[in-house]
C-alpha cells in the first residue's frame, strides 16, 4: 500500500514539474486565448438585403444590428488580461485617472507627503534626472519593469509633482514617455497600465512605511 502511495506522489510531481516548465516557456500564453484559430477563417460579414418594399428595422427590443466597424487585435495578438485597479486605500484618500496622469489626493494630512515620496524612491532606487525639494517635482530617469507575463520589459519616465493646499496634499504622477525595446509605446492601453503601475508601486511604499494603510 505504501509502495503505491509513493509512486502516485511522485507521478503527480512529476507531472506538475512538467506543467509548470512548459508554462515558463513563453510569456505570451498569460495574456492570449485558449483553443484554435479557426475563427479567422471565417468569410466575412456580409449586409443583409431585404426586398424593395420591405424596411427591415434595424432595432427592436429583442435585437440591435450594430454597423459600426471596430478595429483592433485578434488571434494570439489580442490581450485578454484584465485592466489594471488602482490599489484601495483606507478613508481620507482619493485617486482620480486621466490618461497618462494619477491624482492622489490625501485629506487633512499633517505629515510631509514629499518626504515620505523621496523615501519610496530611493527604497525602489529610482533613477532620477531631476529633483526640485522647494518646488516639489521630480522627473525619472527610464525606469525598467521587469513583469513576469511580458517577453520584453517597457521603460517609462515619470514626472512626480506635489502640491499642497489648505486642507488637503495632491501628488501626481505623469507618464512622459513609454517604449519596449527601445521603441516609443503609444498606446493607450499601456499608456495607461503603466501609469497606474507606478501609482499603484508608489503606494506600497507609502504603505511599507506606514503613511498609508492598503484595504485589505
Known sequence: MSYLTKHTLFFIFGTFMLMISACTYRQNYKHQANGDEVYLKNSTLY?????????????????????????????????????IQPLSIIN???????????????????NNLWIEVLKVINYYKLPLIKCNKISKELITDWILWNRADENEPYQGRYKIILKNYVNYQVLKIYLLELKQADKIINSPVKTHFYTVYMLNNIIVGLNKFNFIKIKD
Open 92 to 110: 481620507g484618500y482619493a485617486i482620480k485617472v486621466t490618461n497618462n496622469i494619477e491624482k492622489l489626493t490625501i485629506r487633512n494630512s499633517k
Open 47 to 83: 449586409h443583409l438585403k431585404s426586398p424593395s418594399d420591405i424596411v427591415l428595422p434595424i432595432k427592436d427590443k429583442y435585437r440591435d444590428i450594430y454597423h459600426n466597424y471596430i478595429n483592433g487585435e485578434i488571434g494570439k495578438k489580442l490581450d485578454i488580461r484584465p485592466p
